[in-house]
């Protein structure tokens, strides 16, 4: 958990996620942190997936206008 780093080592690990080129599982409830290294959200629903390219608030934003 990220509650468990200091403020460089956190930004030491955002550098690392974001040079790395392949796909990483990320499960955090840092909003700031999340958003620092999220590129894609993808969405599993009971029937339904589906890929969207955006970080966390952005994801969370779309879901608010779709319920609307």
Known sequence: PTNHLDIRSKEVLQEALN?????ALIVSHDRSFLDGVVTKVL??????????????????????????
Do not use: K, P, Q, W
Request: include cysteine; charge should be negative; proline fraction near 0%.
């Open 19 to 23: 040079l790395f080129e392949g796909t």
């Open 43 to 68: 969405e599993i629903s009971t029937n339904t997936a589906r890929m969207l390219t955006c970080n966390v608030t952005e994801y969370m934003e779309r879901l608010e206008v779709e319920a609307d």
